[in-house]
């Protein structure tokens, strides 16, 4: 422990005593100051407050024994020793019965008078030590529970916000959400929404940091330091909080905030297992909704019209008959198609969803999926174009499920893209860290994506609020299992849109490092 920042108080009506000891003292690191009578130690110790005092008995104006009246009464904590040429056991028992933690008799021995002064003043460091850990102690048992009686993440942020704000003296502060390289705040105290700087979130901060603030990003103008806090959860940091203060804090409030932050993401991971949980429910109750829904229809015409057959199977025409089986079929192929889209949900979430994956052309699948939309886009006098580099090397995929993502991409093209309007497909190498993939776009002009919706178009059982999307069919499970498909291929997924113009939906997937190459049979306008 170091003890050398430790500021002692001399107070002795004798100069030469107080010049001894002050410059002993300060050769030996510590910060000394000096009075010359008993009211001014009392008025000293008031205004900067020591680590120790050492006191002479016999001073004028008030004496040693009434300065250490004055301070018991003032519940002082600061150790004194006194020293004096009173060596009579009476005066010794009254010193102590003050609350004087030793009495040396003067002329003092130099070795005697440097162990007494270090033992007091570590005493003291260990009992300001062991009264701010209480003190912090209550304050998080304060804390703890006003977020236990919370499970929203935007309540838990202002409680950070307070707390951390009280503890550090900040001027202003922010607390958000990491998303990316980005932290999108949930929370500030101390700045408006629109003077809010835009923050680079630096995925290499690992502890709590304390730098200059950039002159370009201050949340307050008289702000010179900056204090991040990571929150952790599961390893990763999942929330930050943003201190900036007028000067850096000490190290006890920097293992203060670290403990804080331990109890802020139980917090947090308590509120995003309840908003899960949440969600769940919203799901299942979206499942039923959807199933209920999607079943409904065409068992009701299945029902009806195979009633109607047996009915008068006989007396109806062949055309009757063959637009009453189309009918019934197409109930069924939507029936047999919902079953399979939740199967697949199911093997993802239960993890048995296995993948075939070998070298497959993606020219061969995208024509045999052409040829499946052909008579669709023709019905809606769309043009659907596809433009291939001449040659490209074969992907590492499920040929099946490939065929299942770009089945799903261009139907949902088709579907929200107007009649006369444009689909086009293409296809390019491009270069990324785990190698050469290759990207796949379908673009259309269709009606787009609402900037609302943008952010939850592959969640499960999602449509969007939007007449010309509703009066479409569809379970809003395409998109989601569209983008696990390509995740679990080892690509990635996105889309840029807007609405009213069209969207843009891309994928990519690996290749294989051979040099083979497959020709593009499928380049063709339809």
Known sequence: ?????????????????????????????????????????????????????????????????????????????????????????????ACIQLGAEDFLNKPVESELLWARINASVEKKHYRDAQQTWLEELNLLQQIDQELNTTLDREAISWVTLHYGMQKTGALASCI??????????????????????PFTVDKQLREISQTPVPENGRLHPQAKYRLTLPIYRNAIIRDMAIFDLAAPVSESTIRFLKRLSIHIAIAMHNAQLYADVQAANRAKSNFVAMVSHELK?????????TYLLRRQGGKLPDEARTAYLDIINDGATRIHNLALELDDITQMETGQFRLKVEAVSLP??????????????ENRQQELSVQLPETLP??????????????????????????????????????????????????????????????????????????????????????????????????????????????TFFFTLPVLDQETAVSAKAQSVV
């Open 176 to 197: 958000g959400a990491i998303d990316g390289q980005r932290l999108q705040v949930r929370a500030m105290q101390g700045i408006e929404a629109d003077e809010l700087p």
């Open 297 to 305: 229809n065409p068992l009701s015409a299945i029902q009806s019209y």
């Open 364 to 377: 061969d699948v995208l024509q045999n999926v052409l040829k499946l939309f052909a008579p669709q886009v």
């Open 1 to 93: 422990m170091d003890l050398k920042n430790s500021t002692i108080l001399v107070a002795d009506d004798d100069a030469l005593t107080r010049k001894l000891l002050s410059t002993w003292l300060s050769h030996r690191g510590y910060e000394v100051k000096t009075a010359e009578n008993g009211q001014q130690a009392l008025e000293m110790n008031n205004q900067y407050g020591f680590d120790l005092i050492l006191l002479d008995i016999t001073m004028p104006d008030i004496d040693g024994f009434g300065v250490l009246t004055e301070l018991k009464a003032a519940g002082n904590t600061t150790p004194v020793i006194v020293m004096s040429a009173l060596n009579d056991l009476k005066s010794v028992i």
């Open 394 to 503: 074969p992907v590492q995929a499920d040929a099946k499920r490939l065929s299942q993502i770009l089945t799903n991409l261009i139907s949902n093209a088709s579907k929200y893209t107007p009649e006369g309007g444009r689909i086009h497909v293409s296809a390019q190498l491009v270069a990324a860290e785990s190698g050469r993939q290759l990207q796949v776009v379908v673009q259309d002009n269709g009606i787009g994506i609402m900037a609302v919706d943008q952010d939850k178009v592959f969640s499960q059982f999602f449509r969007a609020n939007d007449e010309r999307v509703t009066t479409e069919r569809g379970t809003g499970l395409g998109l989601n299992i569209t983008k696990k498909l390509v995740e679990l291929q080892g690509g990635e997924i996105g889309f840029t849109s807007e609405h009213g113009q069209g969207s």
